[in-house]
């Protein structure tokens, strides 16, 4: 087993980024050249990523959309992903997970590296804004070396969850949202534009969605002079962090939106580049945008309720309804909740990282002990089980018999079998059931 020797001046960090989705391995990807402690005479990092395969693993194009190059990517089961850091050295991981698949490689790499002083720091957290199961991501992301809180007040939040329980707390450690950027907002462009940021799953129905839809297309038409602009995640048969079972793309048309109302795609930062008014139920992009300091707006149409997201908004001075934005306007954000939330916007984002990059250069100069997280088969025999047999790994984070990949690359013909299952399997969540849950309600 090879080992980890942390890397010099005349060599590059090595970073291995696990991501679940695209969200996720934008933000591990990103995550990783920001946490990087680097000085004057370090090379540039080399990162490796590898794609969990499933549902939501990325298609070529959107991980072209995220833009972050990787010296190699890899799509891999659980198990697939543990062999590799048995054998491969790296300095750092991130796990780019949802809380469960965090959980399931802790227990994996502590098992793969039992007995080893030098193995590679583990780095996890959050994608965005944390509205829902505070408790049980946080807890199931417990074990990481470093979890990452992308405010002062998530970083207040996170260490009250874990002392309460009795965990230890000192792995959270405060930085800001990795893909924050762009050059402020200077003024009005020409013509004013309009985006209204879109999420795959909040809200959900088709009644919801159309009504968002009818109200933009509304707004495009009472103000002709505006571009309005939809922006998607998605297209369709590529699956987010979220399944998507009622695309924009097809509800629209159903409608017959004026000519200065678009669809389009593209990465979020480049959008914003020509954003007067960003629009959006809850999305990350929202801090995005009050980053650049872009005249933001979070809905109150459907309410302002927790299964929204929106809200987390509260106090923010960006709540609105589309009657307000019909009739102009422009909503003037709180700076101190702002402050809060790790956006950044008073021009220290450069240095939002620097807690991190000490903790894991110190990390990396000295042994670490062996991961433990707060869950273990004494502490959770009813819950963590079924954690670690979804990824294939038994109690002690070993593959279970017959896991797929455990002891060989899969051939040609499995890969071809892989494919067509995965697309099957997105062709029935995406337009089988929706049409059975339908068919369900009549």
């Not at 302002?304 to 307000?324: I, M, P, T």
């Not at 110190?362 to 433990?372: I, N, W």
């Given at each position: 087993m090879p080992a980890s020797t942390p890397a010099t001046s005349t060599t590059p960090l090595r970073i291995a980024v696990l991501a679940d989705s695209d969200t996720r391995w934008k933000w591990g990807a990103l995550t990783a050249h920001r946490i990087a402690p680097r000085d004057d005479a370090q090379e540039a990092l080399s990162l490796s990523g590898f794609l969990l395969r499933g549902r939501a693993t990325p298609t070529p194009r959107q991980l072209a959309e995220v833009g972050v190059e990787a010296e190699s990517l890899r799509e891999v089961t659980s198990v697939e992903f543990l062999r590799a850091m048995a054998e491969e050295p790296y300095d750092i991981v991130v796990l780019a997970l949802v809380g469960g698949g965090v959980q399931a490689m802790l227990h994996g790499l502590k098992r793969v590296w039992e007995g080893r002083a030098d193995r590679p720091v583990v780095v996890t957290g959050y994608v965005g804004v944390v509205y829902e199961k505070l408790a049980d991501g946080l807890l199931l992301r417990h074990g990481a070396d470093l979890v990452l809180a992308n405010s002062r007040q998530d970083a207040e939040r996170f260490r009250s969850v874990y002392e309460g329980v009795g965990a230890d707390a000192s792995a959270v450690t405060e930085v800001a949202l990795p893909f924050l950027g762009g050059a402020a907002y200077e003024g009005e462009h020409d013509p004013y534009t309009v985006v209204f940021a879109v999420q795959p799953s909040v809200p959900d129905s088709r009644k919801d969605r159309t009504y968002l839809l009818n109200r933009l297309i509304k707004h495009a038409r009472l103000h002709p002079e505006r571009e309005v602009l939809l922006k998607l995640r998605s297209k369709p048969g590529e699956h987010t962090t979220h399944i998507e079972e009622q695309p924009y793309q097809k509800l629209v048309q159903r409608l017959a939106p004026p000519p200065n109302f678009r669809l389009v795609y593209g990465n979020m930062g480049e959008v914003l580049d020509r954003t007067d008014l960003l629009v959006t139920i809850s999305s990350t992009a929202a801090l995005e945008s009050l980053h650049r300091r872009i005249p933001t707006v979070v809905l109150t149409d459907l309410g302002?309720?927790?299964?929204?997201?929106?809200?987390?908004?509260?106090?923010?001075?960006?709540?609105?309804?589309?009657?307000?934005?019909?009739?102009?306007?422009?909503?003037?954000?709180?700076?101190?909740?702002?402050?809060?939330?790790?956006?950044?916007?008073?021009?220290?984002?450069?240095?939002?990282?620097?807690?991190?990059?000490?903790?894991?250069?110190?990390?990396?100069?000295?042994?670490?002990?062996?991961?433990?997280?707060?869950?273990?088969?004494?502490?959770?025999?009813?819950?963590?089980?079924?954690?670690?047999?979804?990824?294939?790994?038994?109690?002690?984070?070993?593959?279970?018999?017959?896991?797929?990949?455990?002891?060989?690359?899969?051939?040609?013909?499995?890969?071809?079998?892989?494919?067509?299952?995965?697309?099957?399997?997105?062709?029935?969540?995406?337009r089988v059931a929706p049409v059975i849950r339908r068919m369900g309600e009549l």
């Open positions: 302002v309720r927790e299964v929204l997201g929106n809200h987390h908004f509260v106090g923010s001075g960006c709540l609105a309804s589309w009657d307000q934005l019909d009739e102009g306007h422009r909503p003037s954000p709180d700076p101190e909740w702002v402050a809060r939330q790790g956006v950044v916007a008073d021009g220290s984002y450069a240095t939002a990282f620097d807690a991190a990059r000490e903790r894991i250069a110190k990390l990396l100069a000295g042994s670490l002990p062996p991961l433990t997280p707060y869950y273990t088969p004494a502490t959770a025999p009813g819950y963590l089980p079924g954690i670690l047999a979804r990824h294939h790994l038994g109690p002690d984070g070993s593959p279970l018999p017959g896991a797929p990949a455990a002891d060989k690359e899969p051939g040609p013909v499995r890969q071809i079998v892989r494919r067509a299952a995965r697309g099957a399997y997105r062709h029935g969540v995406q």
